[in-house]
């Protein structure tokens, strides 16, 4: 995957493969997400070390480190990831103490391992007390197909005791269809995707079933027809 790739000029700036997208946030505010979380489990989270996949440029992230800190009574650490290196520059214009943004491709499963690990070790700890996954589920499964977006819940649910997911609609994939190929780009899995106006449910099948997982909390869904998963492992304490 070649960085030159990751944004398409011009045209419709919604219109891009992985997400990506330049300023995210003008149109998703983080207070509406930030709103949608529970306030009472973080606190047993000690020591408190997160990832945030699918960082953009880093605005999310840090308005949730000042939540968890505010909620947890904790310091919170953490690493905060996204494919584009461009927003990742942005994010780290602006970065505050306790996050470590960082360019990386989490289906990359070299590099991935490589810096997930090497984090983890940094912070003394086996896993992440917990992932947040916020609009990222989509982009996967339209790249990298049903088994690609099963392989990565595995993975996040294999290195996280809670996870945060927050999966778009069906609706949501049709749109993103739609505004590529006015780029003259088809998403290579989209026609072999067999899993469609169920994508949801079948996100939290796999949760649940294929990685032991047992649902705390369902939000409300946000005015742009999100919401939140949140998912713990079954054997696993938080504290």
């Given at each position: ?7 398409f000029?011009?045209g419709?700036p919604g ?10 946030y003008q149109?998703h ?43 947890s009574?904790l ?13 990742i ?9 306790g996050?470590?943004f960082?360019?990386?491709?989490i ?8 810096t ?27 790249n990298y197909g ?17 996870v ?16 590529m190929?006015?780029?003259?780009f ?14 949801e449910s ?6 649940n079933?294929d ?6 909390i369902e939000?409300e869904r ?9 998912f ?8």
């Amino acid at each position: 995957m070649h960085e030159n790739n990751l944004q398409f000029k011009g045209g419709n700036p919604g219109a891009v493969q992985y997400g990506n997208f330049i300023n995210y946030y003008q149109f998703h505010s983080t207070e509406e997400r930030i709103n949608l979380l529970p306030k009472n489990i973080w606190n047993q989270m000690n020591p408190f070390v997160a990832l945030d996949v699918g960082c953009n440029a880093g605005n999310l992230t840090m308005a949730l480190k000042d939540f968890l800190k505010k909620y947890s009574s904790l310091e919170p650490s953490i690493l905060a990831v996204d494919i584009d290196p461009l927003l990742i520059n942005r994010a780290n214009e602006h970065t505050s103490d306790g996050i470590t943004f960082q360019c990386l491709d989490i289906m990359d499963v070299t590099k991935r391992d490589q810096t997930i690990n090497k984090y983890l070790i940094q912070m003394k700890v086996e896993k992440f007390k917990v992932a947040f996954c916020f609009s990222t589920t989509m982009w996967i499964h339209l790249n990298y197909g049903d088994e690609g977006l099963e392989n990565f819940l595995k993975y996040i649910c294999s290195i996280a005791v809670v996870v945060v997911i927050e999966p778009q609609p069906w609706k949501c994939y049709k749109t993103a269809v739609k505004r590529m190929k006015q780029k003259k780009f088809v998403f290579p899995e989209f026609s072999k995707l067999k899993y469609r106006e169920n994508v949801e449910s079948v996100i939290e099948q796999v949760l649940n079933i294929d990685c032991n997982m047992v649902k705390l909390i369902e939000s409300e869904r946000t005015t742009w027809e999100r919401k939140l998963l949140i998912f713990k492992q079954k054997l696993c304490n938080i504290s």
